[in-house]
C-alpha cells in the first residue's frame, strides 16, 4: 500500500480527497484544524503548512506528495496587508517547493509522485487579485521545472488548475460564486486526483477544470 501525504486536510478539496482514498493507500494529512477522519490509514499531523521540519519529522517514507493548501486575500495591492501577502505566498507556493524538497529523495526513491492543486487563476491575470494570483504563476513555473529536473527518476508531476469550488475558501474573499453551476464540486477535482494517482509513468500533466459558467456576487 503506497503511503501519501496531503496538506489542508481538513476541509474542502483535501478532506474530500482523503475520504475517497482512505481505504487505498496511508494518508499522512496535514492541517491546523482537526478535520474529523477517524480511519486506520489515516494520521493526522497538526501542524501550520509552513512548519516543515516538524512535518518531515512526522511522516516516514512517502511514495506521493499532494500540495493542496491554499489561502487567498483579495483587492487592491494598497488594500492588503503586508502580513496577508506573506501569508498567500508562503502557503500557496513556499510551503509547496519546500515540501516538496523535504521528501524529493523518497519520491525520486519511489518513482512517485507530485500533485499540485493550483487555480485558474495561475493562467489568467485578474484584477484585484495579484497578489494571489502571482502565488499561482509561481507554483505553476514551480510544477514544471521540476518535472524537467525530476523526470529522468521516473518521478511524475500534476499540476491541477480548478476554476472557483464550492469551499470555505470564500469566507476570506468580498465574492462567491453567483450560484451552484458556477463553482465546482470538491468531488469532482477529486475525480481527477484519481486518475492521476492510477497512471505509473513519469510524465508532466495539466489538468484545467472549469464549472459550467462564470458568475460571482458580492459577499
Request: some cysteine; overall charge neutral; hydrophobic content about 40%.
Amino acid at each position: 500500500m503506497k503511503t501519501m501525504c496531503v496538506t489542508g486536510v481538513s476541509r474542502g478539496i483535501g478532506h474530500a480527497l482523503v475520504m475517497d482514498i482512505i481505504d487505498d493507500y496511508i494518508v499522512y494529512g496535514i492541517s491546523r484544524r482537526d478535520p474529523d477522519i477517524y480511519h486506520k490509514n489515516f494520521h493526522w499531523i497538526e501542524s501550520d503548512v509552513n512548519d516543515i521540519e516538524k512535518i518531515r519529522k512526522s511522516i516516514p517514507e512517502i511514495d506521493i506528495f499532494i500540495g493542496n493548501a491554499g489561502v487567498g486575500y483579495f483587492g487592491k495591492l494598497d488594500n492588503i496587508s503586508s502580513l496577508q501577502i506573506k501569508e498567500i505566498i508562503e502557503t500557496n507556493l513556499v510551503s509547496n517547493i519546500l515540501l516538496s524538497q523535504a521528501f524529493l529523495l523518497d519520491i525520486r526513491k519511489n518513482s512517485g509522485q507530485y500533485i499540485f492543486i493550483g487555480s485558474q487563476s495561475g493562467e489568467v491575470p485578474a484584477s484585484l487579485g495579484a497578489v494571489y494570483v502571482a502565488s499561482k504563476f509561481g507554483l505553476r513555473g514551480f510544477a514544471e521545472s521540476l518535472f524537467l529536473d525530476e523526470k529522468k527518476y521516473g518521478v511524475g508531476v500534476t499540476l491541477i488548475q480548478p476554476g472557483m469550488v464550492h469551499t470555505s475558501f470564500f469566507q476570506n474573499t468580498f465574492f462567491q460564486p453567483a450560484d451552484k453551476n458556477c463553482a465546482l464540486d470538491p468531488k469532482e477535482v477529486v475525480e481527477y486526483i484519481q486518475k492521476r494517482l492510477q497512471k505509473k509513468e513519469g510524465v508532466y500533466v495539466v489538468h484545467n477544470i472549469l464549472p459550467q459558467k462564470f458568475g460571482i456576487i458580492k459577499n
